[in-house]
Antibody, heavy 120, light 110 residues
């Protein structure tokens, strides 16, 4: 089964850009079978879908975050990335990468998650 | 405020049954498949039920899902201590053009 591992800074200053990477093992980001996904979990407000990207580069974002988010794929490194600009304390959350299979609407597997805190 | 409404918590004794409800609308549950996720403290969610009532391999048949109209239900029978976790429903929302999750339900084994 494909395995996912998030990495990136655990602390980001307000107004800066949050950048995370999800490294893919036992699978390829070039696969036509998957949408590469980011989801976050706030301590209070729960799970929130951020968006996903297909191997063609087509990306789909949560409308509430669309103006600040971008997801990209790097086939040479077999990973995909998340960038979230102009962060505030409300962006403090555990960030998970996950897989959505093409033509299905559920996520499996998930990475272990990484906590990102927005604070000066 | 989650688009999908779940009870904050449910509980039952070992061996008993619990049901977790997930209430939505025609823009989400009413016209899309529902999935359920199980999350233990400090770990990532994992898929429990997909396409309303399908279990991935390795998920015991004590867990079952159903959907009727704009609501979905997760049932856990023969409750075990190891089932204590948070449970989330999820589905696509056509109006929001995005995937939405429920607020989560904590299952406690008394």
């Amino acid at each position: 089964q494909v395995q996912l591992q998030e990495s990136g800074p655990g602390l980001v200053k307000p107004s800066q850009t949050l950048s995370l990477t999800c490294t893919v093992s036992d699978g390829s980001v070039s696969s036509d079978d998957y949408y590469w996904t980011w989801i976050r979990q706030h301590p209070v407000t729960g799970l929130e879908w951020i968006g996903y990207i297909y191997s063609t580069g087509n990306s789909y974002y949560n409308p509430s975050l669309k103006s600040r988010v971008s997801i990209s794929i790097d086939t040479s490194k077999n990973h995909f990335s998340l960038k979230l600009t102009s962060v505030t304390a409300a962006d403090t959350a555990i960030y998970y990468c996950a897989i959505k299979k093409k033509n299905y609407n559920w996520f499996d597997p998930w990475g272990q998650g990484t906590l990102v805190t927005v604070s000066s | 405020q989650s688009v999908l409404t779940q009870p904050t918590s449910v509980s039952a004794a070992p061996g008993q049954k619990v049901t977790v409800s997930c209430s939505g609308s025609s823009s989400n549950i009413g016209n899309n498949y529902v999935s359920w996720y199980q999350q233990f403290p400090g770990t990532a969610p994992r898929i429990l039920i997909y396409d309303n009532n399908q279990r991935p391999s390795g998920i015991p048949d004590r867990f079952s899902g159903s959907k009727s109209g704009t609501s979905a239900t997760l049932r856990i029978t023969g409750l075990q201590i190891g089932d204590e976790a948070d449970y989330y429903c999820g589905t696509w929302d056509n109006s929001l053009s995005g995937y939405v999750f429920g607020s989560g339900t904590k299952v406690t084994v008394l």
